[in-house]
């Protein structure tokens, strides 16, 4: 290895552990890396001082995340075997919206007020704010806010002013001690560095931040005299994604065995950074991030307004063109959901006999069948909707079972109504006149090929594969060569250290015929079940019954 080869670190907080990755700059060889777990995951059902959390709750805690600071970096630095004075820049991604209130200092306010739940960090898929997100939109459709429609026409309960306004309704004096309600992507790069800074992709998507303004005071005060001010909480002078937050701290380097000094990158969004891993960052390049959820990123220079979609974002994914983000909010939960609860005991025997996981045995027993034979459809709304109909409400469904249903039929039946919950997505970003020219995967998802398969058949369209295994914290290095210098702009950057495989799986003509078929069915429910009637009763009917 050349003593003059220059280095980055990209690290990727995700939702149950943290990955550091040390990157060659000039091509985006990846040096080596190294995984911490979170020693509390994710905090859904009790607090650690033992408060009982309610349903729909999913909390974090900052000192996991620091954790993967003083663990996963310098083991990834080890693992690299590249000297700490080669490393010229670090940067970083986050889940979002994972937002936290905190000091002015940043202090989390869970260190000081560790037995009140709305001090912690709220993390993405808390979905108790879904009250506050209804309240929002139906007061925007009314008032006719001109930001509403860059959101679909909905915001999400997953985002900082419906949990924001749940935090001032439910705890008001946490909420007056919360100096800064900020993501989590931008507290790790101030503990980095020092500085406070505030990055235009989690506050044009997640935020609101449109047009050089949050919504305005008289729109806030009329949900909550005491929301007027929320604003005030959060960033208003946003730093461009790939920019120069600050340098490394004294404290930070030890943390991480990194010299002080060095760049930090702005923060950014795990699924936002992986387009450029993938470089895939040219207008009409969807890339699917798919994991436990999925998120759906692209960028255009076109500006329109899609129905049901995250948001479009001036400069949210590369300077220069308006980026787009859609999602599902259950994807590989949801088969982790089925084979934890679903599958008999005789299935996990048969697969530790077989020397495979459980998912392993149910797939390749899934992927025996041809299209159709298992007479279901199933409505992916396991964790609620996030695109396009925002309604984290709403629950799943699995239509056509009888006493023959076996589990392989139902767990492929619930890949198939992700790939249609994908397909959807797609038709309504083509129907509102933007265009996808590729469709590109990445994510823990991609290595299983059965899956990939099913997704290229339903979408009839070829899947192009990110060319890495560790595609956010891939992105989040190249963002801090951009930041470092190594680069001119993210797209250059991107074309250098990012890669993938195009075409990677070709869709079947025959099997996408057949699924044209079940595609319609499931539109039927889709369209039946979209106003949640039915779901928001039994919802309403579970959670009175727990508490």
Known sequence: MSEDERYVVGVDFGTLSGRAVVVRAGDGAEAGDAVCEYGHGVIDEALPAGVRLDPDWALQAPGDWLDVLRSAVPKALAAADVRPSQVIGIGTD???????PATADGTPLSDL????PHAWPKLWKHHAAQPEADRINALAAERGEPWLPRYGGKISSEWEFAKGLQLLEEDPDLYGLADRWIEAADWIVWQLTGRESRNICTAGYKGVYQDGRYPSREFLAALHP???DFPAKLGHDLAPLGGLAGTLTARAAAWTGLPEGIAVAVGNVDAHVTAAAADAVRPGQMVAIMGTSTCH???SGLLAEVPGMCGVVEDGIVPGLWGYEAGQSGVGDIFAWFVDN??????AAAAAAAGVSVHEHLTALAAGQPVGRHGLVALDWNNGNRSVLVDHDLSGLVVGQTLATRPEDVYRALIEATAFGTRMIVETFEAAGVPVAEFVVAGGLLKNRFLMQVYADV???PLSLIGSSQGPALGAAIHAAVAAGAHPDITSAAAAMGR???DAYVPDPARADAYDSLYEIYRTLHDQFADGKVMHHLRHLRTRSLR
């Open 94 to 100: 986050f889940t979002a919206c994972t937002v936290l």
């Open 113 to 116: 007020h560790p037995e009140r």
């Open 226 to 228: 005491g929301f007027a």
């Open 297 to 299: 990123v692209m960028s």
């Open 342 to 347: 679903c599958v008999p005991a005789s299935y």
């Open 459 to 461: 979408l009839r369209r």
């Open 500 to 502: 993938r495989v195009p």
